[in-house]
C-alpha cells in the first residue's frame, strides 16, 4: 500500500488516496488534501460539512447519502461542489478520512 | 487515475487482427482496464485461499510457491464436480459465431476480447493438461502450458468480461461464456488474486447483509428518510416496518437503491407502490442487499450470500419474497438458487398476488417474484391508477439489463409497466434490445472509475443505440431495472449520449401513481418541477 508523509505524519492511503484506516485521520490529513484538491482555506462551510461526515460515519460506519449530507448541512450538491471541486465524495468524504463506498454505487 | 480518450478518439477501433499466433502475444496489462486488486485485509477474514498484497503492475504477482499446483487441482476439481464446464471446454468448434457480438470486442478491437478466444485462454490450459490430443500434439492440438503469463493473461481479459451472456445467445452449441469466466476467475481467486470492487462489496455483505455495508440503524433511518422526501411532494406519510415477523411478503433490492442517486428514486417508488396497494409486506436490516457480488467470486461465496435471505423470509415468517430492481440477482435466483439453497424453506409458499391473485407458477420453486412482473399484474388488473402525463416532459427508452433479459427471460413486462407509465417511449434498435440487448459496459464487479477507458469501450454499442434514439426521437430518459445500471449508465450517457437521462422502473411508475389522498403533484421524485404543473 502506498504511504504520504505529510508535514512529519506518514498516512497509509489506497490507490486513489483515500486513507486506509479512518483512525489515522488528524488535522494535518486536512491540510494535506486541502492542497491536492487546490482548497485555498477551510471556511467554516467546509467545516460544518467535515464534521457532519465524520459524525455520521462514526455513527453508521458509512457515508452518508448525497441528499441526506445535503439536508443536514443545509447545502445543495452544486454547492457542495463549489466548496470542494472533486465533489462529496473524492472531495469531502476523503478529506474526512472517510473510505470510498463500492458496489452498485 | 489514467486519462480517459474523448469519444472520438475512442472511435478509432483498429479490428485488424495481428499477424502472430495469439499464443505467442503476451499480455499487456495497460492502465485504464485494469481494477485495483483485491486486499489482504479483505480477502483474509472471508476465508479466501492465499491472501496477499500485490500489484497488477508489477513483474511479480506474488503468487503461491505451489501455484502450478493449485490451478491444476483446481481446475480438475472443477472438471469434476460440473459436466458442464467439461462439456463447455470440450465441444466448441471455432466457428466465430460469438465474435463479434460482445461488447468489449466491438469497443477495444482486441482479438483476446472475442468471447471464442477468451475462453480459449482457458480451454488452451485444459487441453494440455486434461486431453490426449492435447497432451501429445500440444499447440497443434491447441494446447499450451501453464506459465505465469497465462495467469496474467486471465486476470486481464476475465475481467474485461462481465458475464452478460450476449455471446452465449448467438452460440449454436449453447455454450455458456459466462460459466467458462466464472471458473476461471474462481481459479484465479484460488491464487489470491481477485478485485477490490469485487471483494470489498462481498466482505461488506458478509458482515452487514448488504454490498455498501450499511448497518441496521443507518438502513432504517435511510429508509425514513426516503419516506419525508416521499411526504414532501404526495403529502402521504408512509411507516414500512423492519424486521418484523409475520407478514406475508419480505421485500428485497439492491443496496444501491437504498444509497445512491438514482436508485433512491426507484426505491421511493417501491415504497409509494406498496402502500397505495396496501401490501403486506416488511423490510430486512439483515436481508438488506438482493445482489450477490459472491456471483462474481465463486460458488461458495454465492451461496453463502444467497442463503440469508431465504434464512431471514424463514426467520420472519414470510410466505414469499418480493425482489426490486436487481440484475445479477436474478441470475443467481434462477439459475443457481435452488441446487445451492434449495429447496426454499417449508414455510414458504408458491407466490399469489395479494391484489389480483394471480399464481406465480414461474416462481413456485424460487418463491422469489420479480417486482416488474408484479406490478405489470397489477396494471394489467387495473389495480393501480396512473396519470402518465406527468411523464410527459420524458422520452423513455428502456435499457433490458442483461441477466432479467438472458437469464430469466424478463422481456415484456418492463416494457408494459413503462408504457402504462409513459405516454412516450420509444425501443432502441431491435438487435441491442430483449434478448440481444448490450451490457452496460461495468457488469460483474466492473463499475469501478480507475478502469473508466475500458467501460467506455464496453459501453459503446449501447452508448450508439442510445445516441440513435436520441437523435431520432428525443429520447431523454433511459429506464432500466438493475442497480449496476443505475449506477453505470448515467457515466454511459454522459460519453455517449450527453442529455439522457438515466432512471429505474419504479421511479416513472411513482411519478405517475395517483394515490388515494395524494395532494396536487407539481413536483416529481427528484423535487424537480413538473412541467405544466407547478403551483399556480
Given at each position: 500500500?502506498?504511504?504520504?508523509?505529510?508535514?512529519?505524519?506518514?498516512?497509509e492511503?489506497?490507490?486513489d488516496g483515500?486513507?486506509l484506516?479512518?483512525?489515522?485521520?488528524?488535522p494535518?490529513?486536512?491540510?494535506?488534501?486541502?492542497?491536492?484538491e487546490?482548497?485555498?482555506?477551510?471556511?467554516?462551510d467546509?467545516?460544518?460539512?467535515?464534521?457532519?461526515?465524520?459524525?455520521y460515519?462514526?455513527?453508521?460506519?458509512?457515508?452518508?447519502?448525497v441528499?441526506?449530507l445535503?439536508k443536514?448541512?443545509?447545502?445543495?450538491?452544486k454547492q457542495?461542489?463549489?466548496?470542494?471541486p472533486?465533489?462529496?465524495?473524492k472531495?469531502?468524504?476523503?478529506?474526512?478520512?472517510l473510505?470510498?463506498?463500492?458496489?452498485?454505487? | 487515475?489514467?486519462?480517459?480518450?474523448?469519444p472520438?478518439?475512442?472511435?478509432?477501433?483498429?479490428?485488424?487482427?495481428?499477424?502472430e499466433?495469439?499464443?505467442?502475444?503476451?499480455?499487456?496489462i495497460?492502465?485504464?482496464?485494469?481494477a485495483y486488486?483485491?486486499?489482504?485485509?479483505?480477502?483474509?477474514p472471508?476465508?479466501m485461499?492465499?491472501?496477499?498484497?500485490?500489484?497488477?503492475?508489477?513483474?511479480?504477482?506474488?503468487?503461491?510457491?505451489?501455484?502450478?499446483?493449485?490451478?491444476?487441482?483446481g481446475?480438475?476439481?472443477r472438471?469434476?464436480?460440473?459436466?458442464?464446464?467439461?462439456?463447455f471446454?470440450?465441444i466448441?468448434v471455432?466457428?466465430g459465431?460469438?465474435a463479434?457480438k460482445?461488447?468489449?470486442?466491438i469497443?477495444?478491437?482486441?482479438?483476446?476480447?472475442?468471447?471464442?478466444?477468451?475462453?480459449?485462454?482457458?480451454?488452451?490450459?485444459?487441453?494440455k493438461?486434461?486431453?490426449t490430443?492435447?497432451k501429445?500434439?500440444?499447440?497443434?492440438?491447441g494446447?499450451?502450458?501453464?506459465?505465469?503469463?497465462?495467469?496474467?493473461?486471465?486476470?486481464?481479459?476475465?475481467?474485461?468480461?462481465?458475464?452478460?451472456?450476449?455471446?452465449?445467445?448467438?452460440?449454436?452449441?449453447?455454450?455458456?461464456t459466462?460459466?467458462?469466466?466464472?471458473?476461471?476467475r474462481?481459479?484465479?481467486?484460488?491464487?489470491?488474486?481477485?478485485?477490490?470492487?469485487?471483494?470489498d462489496?462481498?466482505?461488506?455483505?458478509?458482515?452487514?447483509?448488504?454490498?455498501?455495508?450499511?448497518t441496521?440503524?443507518?438502513?432504517k433511518?435511510?429508509?425514513?428518510?426516503?419516506?419525508?422526501?416521499i411526504?414532501?411532494?404526495?403529502?402521504?406519510?408512509?411507516?414500512?416496518?423492519?424486521n418484523?415477523?409475520?407478514?406475508?411478503v419480505l421485500?428485497?433490492t439492491?443496496?444501491?437503491?437504498?444509497?445512491a442517486?438514482?436508485?433512491?428514486?426507484?426505491?421511493?417508488?417501491?415504497?409509494?407502490?406498496?402502500?397505495?396497494?396496501?401490501?403486506?409486506?416488511?423490510?430486512?436490516?439483515?436481508?438488506s442487499?438482493?445482489g450477490?457480488?459472491?456471483?462474481?467470486?465463486?460458488?461458495?461465496?454465492?451461496k453463502?450470500?444467497?442463503?440469508?435471505?431465504?434464512?431471514?423470509a424463514?426467520?420472519?415468517?414470510?410466505?414469499?419474497?418480493?425482489?426490486?430492481e436487481?440484475?445479477h440477482?436474478?441470475?443467481?435466483?434462477?439459475?443457481?438458487?435452488?441446487?445451492m439453497?434449495?429447496?426454499a424453506?417449508?414455510?414458504?409458499?408458491?407466490?399469489?398476488?395479494?391484489?389480483?391473485?394471480?399464481?406465480?407458477?414461474?416462481?413456485?420453486?424460487?418463491?422469489?417474484?420479480?417486482i416488474?412482473?408484479?406490478?405489470?399484474d397489477?396494471i394489467?388488473?387495473n389495480k393501480?391508477?396512473?396519470d402518465?402525463?406527468?411523464?410527459?416532459?420524458l422520452?423513455?427508452?428502456?435499457?433490458?439489463?442483461?441477466n432479467?433479459?438472458?437469464?430469466m427471460g424478463?422481456?415484456?413486462?418492463?416494457?408494459?409497466?413503462?408504457?402504462?407509465?409513459?405516454n412516450n417511449?420509444?425501443?432502441m434498435?431491435?438487435?441491442?434490445?430483449?434478448?440481444?440487448?448490450?451490457?452496460?459496459?461495468?457488469?460483474?464487479?466492473?463499475?469501478?472509475?480507475?478502469?473508466?477507458?475500458?467501460r467506455?469501450?464496453?459501453?459503446l454499442p449501447?452508448g450508439?443505440a442510445l445516441r440513435?434514439?436520441q437523435?431520432?426521437?428525443?429520447?431523454?430518459?433511459?429506464?432500466?431495472?438493475?442497480?449496476?445500471?443505475?449506477?453505470?449508465?448515467?457515466?454511459?450517457?454522459?460519453?455517449?449520449a450527453?442529455?439522457v437521462?438515466?432512471?429505474?422502473m419504479h421511479?416513472?411508475?411513482?411519478?405517475?401513481?395517483?394515490?388515494?389522498?395524494?395532494?396536487?403533484?407539481?413536483?416529481?421524485?427528484?423535487?424537480?418541477?413538473?412541467?405544466?404543473?407547478?403551483?399556480?
Amino acid at each position: 500500500m502506498a504511504e504520504i508523509t505529510y508535514e512529519g505524519k506518514t498516512f497509509e492511503v489506497d490507490e486513489d488516496g483515500f486513507l486506509l484506516k479512518f483512525e489515522e485521520w488528524c488535522p494535518e490529513w486536512v491540510e494535506y488534501v486541502k492542497e491536492s484538491e487546490g482548497i485555498s482555506e477551510i471556511t467554516e462551510d467546509h467545516q460544518k460539512i467535515l464534521d457532519f461526515l465524520q459524525d455520521y460515519y462514526k455513527k453508521n460506519g458509512i457515508a452518508p447519502m448525497v441528499r441526506i449530507l445535503s439536508k443536514n448541512t443545509g447545502f445543495k450538491l452544486k454547492q457542495v461542489y463549489e466548496l470542494f471541486p472533486s465533489g462529496p465524495g473524492k472531495g469531502a468524504c476523503k478529506m474526512a478520512g472517510l473510505p470510498k463506498p463500492t458496489g452498485c454505487v | 487515475m489514467a486519462k480517459i480518450p474523448s469519444p472520438e478518439e475512442l472511435m478509432q477501433v483498429s479490428y485488424d487482427m495481428p499477424r502472430e499466433n495469439w499464443m505467442d502475444t503476451k499480455p499487456e496489462i495497460t492502465e485504464g482496464a485494469v481494477a485495483y486488486p483485491a486486499k489482504k485485509v479483505t480477502m483474509e477474514p472471508l476465508g479466501m485461499p492465499n491472501p496477499h498484497d500485490w500489484n497488477p503492475f508489477e513483474e511479480d504477482w506474488h503468487l503461491p510457491e505451489n501455484w502450478e499446483e493449485i490451478i491444476y487441482n483446481g481446475l480438475k476439481e472443477r472438471l469434476e464436480k460440473y459436466r458442464s464446464l467439461k462439456l463447455f471446454m470440450d465441444i466448441c468448434v471455432r466457428c466465430g459465431a460469438c465474435a463479434d457480438k460482445c461488447h468489449y470486442f466491438i469497443g477495444s478491437g482486441d482479438p483476446k476480447n472475442m468471447p471464442v478466444l477468451r475462453a480459449e485462454l482457458l480451454r488452451s490450459v485444459y487441453r494440455k493438461d486434461f486431453t490426449t490430443a492435447g497432451k501429445i500434439l500440444g499447440k497443434l492440438a491447441g494446447a499450451r502450458k501453464l506459465d505465469k503469463d497465462v495467469i496474467k493473461e486471465w486476470f486481464y481479459y476475465f475481467y474485461q468480461c462481465t458475464e452478460c451472456r450476449r455471446c452465449s445467445l448467438y452460440c449454436p452449441y449453447g455454450i455458456d461464456t459466462a460459466e467458462i469466466t466464472m471458473m476461471a476467475r474462481e481459479l484465479l481467486h484460488e491464487l489470491g488474486l481477485g478485485l477490490h470492487w469485487i471483494m470489498d462489496p462481498v466482505s461488506n455483505c458478509n458482515r452487514t447483509g448488504n454490498h455498501l455495508g450499511i448497518t441496521p440503524h443507518a438502513f432504517k433511518e435511510i429508509v425514513e428518510f426516503l419516506c419525508e422526501d416521499i411526504e414532501e411532494v404526495t403529502g402521504i406519510s408512509i411507516n414500512p416496518t423492519f424486521n418484523e415477523p409475520g407478514h406475508e411478503v419480505l421485500f428485497i433490492t439492491p443496496s444501491g437503491d437504498a444509497f445512491a442517486e438514482p436508485g433512491i428514486y426507484t426505491f421511493m417508488g417501491y415504497l409509494m407502490l406498496f402502500e397505495e396497494i396496501g401490501l403486506d409486506y416488511t423490510l430486512s436490516t439483515y436481508a438488506s442487499e438482493g445482489g450477490n457480488f459472491g456471483l462474481f467470486t465463486s460458488s461458495s461465496m454465492m451461496k453463502k450470500l444467497n442463503a440469508k435471505m431465504y434464512a431471514e423470509a424463514e426467520r420472519l415468517g414470510s410466505k414469499w419474497i418480493l425482489g426490486g430492481e436487481c440484475g445479477h440477482m436474478w441470475r443467481v435466483i434462477n439459475q443457481y438458487m435452488s441446487t445451492m439453497n434449495g429447496p426454499a424453506p417449508s414455510c414458504m409458499e408458491t407466490p399469489v398476488s395479494p391484489i389480483t391473485g394471480t399464481v406465480f407458477e414461474n416462481a413456485a420453486e424460487t418463491k422469489m417474484v420479480h417486482i416488474a412482473e408484479f406490478t405489470a399484474d397489477l396494471i394489467k388488473h387495473n389495480k393501480i391508477r396512473l396519470d402518465p402525463s406527468r411523464n410527459d416532459h420524458l422520452n423513455v427508452t428502456y435499457h433490458d439489463s442483461c441477466n432479467p433479459a438472458r437469464a430469466m427471460g424478463l422481456m415484456d413486462e418492463p416494457r408494459e409497466v413503462l408504457k402504462a407509465a409513459c405516454n412516450n417511449f420509444y425501443e432502441m434498435p431491435e438487435n441491442t434490445i430483449r434478448e440481444q440487448t448490450f451490457c452496460c459496459g461495468a457488469g460483474s464487479g466492473l463499475n469501478t472509475d480507475e478502469i473508466m477507458e475500458i467501460r467506455m469501450r464496453g459501453a459503446l454499442p449501447r452508448g450508439n443505440a442510445l445516441r440513435h434514439v436520441q437523435e431520432k426521437h428525443g429520447v431523454n430518459m433511459m429506464s432500466c431495472v438493475c442497480a449496476i445500471d443505475r449506477a453505470t449508465l448515467p457515466p454511459l450517457a454522459d460519453y455517449w449520449a450527453p442529455g439522457v437521462d438515466v432512471s429505474g422502473m419504479h421511479e416513472l411508475v411513482a411519478n405517475a401513481l395517483v394515490m388515494k389522498g395524494e395532494k396536487k403533484r407539481t413536483m416529481d421524485l427528484r423535487q424537480e418541477e413538473l412541467p405544466g404543473m407547478e403551483d399556480e
